[in-house]
């Protein structure tokens, strides 16, 4: 009796595992058709289906090189609200989001009509030029960092964009007293 109650463990255990290992990898067929499941919670923001926005930028310098991939890494796939969009540049330093679009531009040259210690505005701890010059956009550099750094918000859009962006450059780029000249 013992030797007969082997011999069915022996048979029916492989049977069973076998039964169980091809119902889990080929399914039961329960739910085949049902849609996959949602998963509650927000999803992580994408970039915005634009076009891809054409950027102007200046030669990358030895100090943007070092300076700007500390600014870059750490940009939000989301600004105010707008997605971040596709740039077309020759530096890797250029980030844009939504439309009209909001740029920065990291290792740009000096703002043409900045004087040290005269027409520079502070958000949050870091010192701007502002340039209203063109009437289809505000550019603000950040003049007080190793490297400028530029933010291009269109005119029809407050200095939120450059306030958001602020505590960050401060982040990644530490302060350093502006300097005359280049």
Not at 45 to 69: G, I, N, S, Y
Not at 122 to 132: L, S
Not at 141 to 150: K, L, P
Request: net charge negative.
């Amino acid at each position: 009796m013992r030797r007969i109650a082997l011999i069915v463990t022996a048979v029916v255990v492989p049977v069973v595992v076998a039964l169980v290992v091809v119902v889990r990898v080929l399914g039961d067929g329960a739910g085949a058709d049902a849609p996959p499941a949602e998963v509650a919670g927000s999803s992580a923001p994408q970039r915005a289906d634009l076009p891809v926005l054409p950027v102007q930028v200046p030669p990358v310098t030895p100090a943007a090189e070092d300076a700007c991939p500390e600014v870059m890494k750490g940009l939000p796939l989301e600004l105010m609200g707008e997605q971040s969009r596709r740039v077309d540049s020759d530096s890797p330093f250029a980030y844009a989001w939504g439309d009209p679009p909001v740029v920065l531009v990291c290792g740009v040259d000096r703002p043409a009509g900045w004087v040290v210690g005269e027409s520079a505005l502070q958000i949050n701890g870091v010192q701007f030029y502002v340039d209203t010059h063109d009437p289809d956009a505000t550019v603000w550099t950040a003049v007080d960092r190793s490297v400028y750094v530029e933010i291009r918000v269109p005119a029809s859009i407050d200095s939120a964009p450059v306030t958001a962006l602020t505590t960050h450059i401060a982040k990644a780029l530490p302060y350093q007293e502006p300097r005359a000249g280049k």
